[in-house]
């Protein structure tokens, strides 16, 4: 059992011990009702003390059991719950470090709360689409008041137990240990100076009231409403809480049930429950085992003080890792740490950044112009100009000063990682780590495995992707990894639809509205549409059989690259990022369709989405077969961290298992049929057409 028990004295103390933060999984609830039995049943036992071991009180449900029949059985959480209420001896949660989800419930079942400061305290449910489900919705508030509590539930964030201490009346906790040290002492003291309170206290038995009562609710209602469109939980939150200020506690939970078990069925929980666990198996490399030894990474270099590699040089330095940044020239150098100035300014205005941490990360950026100076660090990682050629002679140098067992990294988005790796005589050290830009903003990092890269190296850059907080995925090596490559036939794909008698703005909005941060063409301008042109042009040489509108290189050709030009699909006034829709663009279209002869035709929103979801999903399956990825939703959290596909769908892979992949096969097979459209790439993959066939989804 990960519980354990044991007497000191006249009380009982069950400490929950299941790491890593004492999940409620079904072996920790029968543990504690052992326990709770076994100190009922002892005549010298006087009251109860439950607590956590290690690096938690509880950070609630165990996502081992997540999905799986275990996570139900009995004695499920509210029944634990009802064990410790129906107490005959007062029973006291002795909470340190976390106290989240149903162990912040756990707690509020308990008679007494004693807390240490510095504990975390959340109800994060909202951010699985939930809301609480073991009473947390109707016992918060009649400790906390109304407008805390749910504040809490509605964000999901955690607040520290000393600002909660402070809540004027609050009564989650009845005493604050002096540190979390004490806080074993405090308790047990505690414990024994309530051990003949009788009766004993019950948070249901609390008031629960709003002095605004409606006004108050319809305010918040209105609040949520504009911070969660595509999501249904923050709603059911308010919803709940009010239930909790006008209902009998017993009907408050039954409403709570009722709410929960129904979200759970939502097409938006089920999104961000794989999306949490895709998180998580992300890191997950097969044939990596997780105790791979690992290599010291102490400090980086950064060759190339550019767009990225200025992005790339804020990450470590973020994270306390000295870099040193190399270029050819010293005006390079003085732009590049000028830039990185400008950023941070930029957030200590803000106030998002203090003037000290900001003076502590530029202490630990150094400048050369020689290669030799590298020797010293642990990782390098080259951003420089996007030619083989400059990447050869700089990894000849590389190769040549950097110590032995140094892990070399290109954050090259369109060369062969293991050609690069060729021009070294250590193959097994090279690695590709691509960044998306800003650097220092998105959260994904491709992770390019190449033919010979070594294990340690995978294992390490997986840590160091943690270490500055980047979500990592591994990638195998082909043209445009798994996020590039993919969005190469959507891009394919949007330049059909302006063919066929849509407008950018229109198919820009019908992606928006399916929640993509940023339709296809808003995003062209953005990222620059001569990235894509060079691509295409390289592809008329490689592919001439492959089918493409010709409307984005006609653009190109008049100088719109985008938001950087001032003028793309759409124009921008200087300092915006608005899209202004323009006549001439459109015009320009226009002429090009009638050129091809081609007789517009009204396109549906829904028909724009499926082709350009499901052109993600087909190029996805070819990946998925080939080994690029290692799992659906691997691909999944490419989607989301790093091209603004919406969290609510759970990512391109999420979605097509939710359509269904019959219904998505039939789509392409109706879009093959298309003359305007290019019937080989609608051709499913094979493996699609195999999970379709047999009735299976990706993840
Ligand atoms: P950039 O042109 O802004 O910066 C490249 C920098 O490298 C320049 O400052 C240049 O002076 C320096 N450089 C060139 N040759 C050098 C050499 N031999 N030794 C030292 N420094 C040298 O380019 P950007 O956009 O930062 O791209 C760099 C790399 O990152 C490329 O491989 C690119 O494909 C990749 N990348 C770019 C992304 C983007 O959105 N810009 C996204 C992901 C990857």
New binding site residues.
Partial sequence: MTAQYQVDGDVAIITLNNPPVNGLGLSTRLGITDGMAQANADAAVKSIVITGAGKAFSGGADIKEFGSPKAGQEPNLLSVITVLENSAKPVIAAIHTVAMGGGLELALGCHYRVAAPGTSVALPEVKLGLIPGAGGTQRLPRVLGVEAALNMIVSGEAIKSEMLAMLPGQKLFDKLSVSAETLAAEALAFARSVADVRPLPLVRDLKCKHPLGDAYFQFARNMVKGMSKNFPAPAKCVDIVEIATKKKFDDGMAAERDIFLNLMLTSESKALRHLFLAERAASKIPDVPSDTAQRAIDSIAV???????GGIAMNFLNAGIPVKM????QE?LDR?VATIRKNYEAQVKKGKLKQDKYDQRMALLTTTLSYDDLNGTDMVIE????EIG?KE??FKELDRVMKPGAILA??????DVDKIASFTKRPQDVVGL????PANVMKLLEVVRGKETAKDVMATVMTVAKKIRKTAVVSGVCDGFIGNRMIEQYGRQGGFLLDEGCTPAQVDKAMEKFGMAMGPFRMGDL?GNDIGWAIRKRRYQEKPNMKYSKTADLLCEKGRFGQKTGAGWYDYVAGKRDAIPNAEVVAMIEEHRKALGITPRKISDEEIVQRLVFSLVNEAAHILEEGIANKASDIDIVYIFGYGFPAHRGGPMNYADQVGLFNVVQAMNRFALNPLDDANFWKPAPLLARLAAEGKTFN
Avoid: D, P, Q, Y
Avoid at 303 to 309: D, S
Avoid at 383 to 386: K, L, N, S, T
Avoid at 410 to 415: A, D, I, K, P
Avoid at 434 to 437: K, L, M, T, V
């Fill in positions: 060759i190339g003080a550019g767009t990225m590699g190399l270029e050819m020239k390079a590049g951003a420089v100009f996007e400059v002679a700089v290109s954050n090259t988005s369109t060369l691509h960044f998306f830009s990222a």
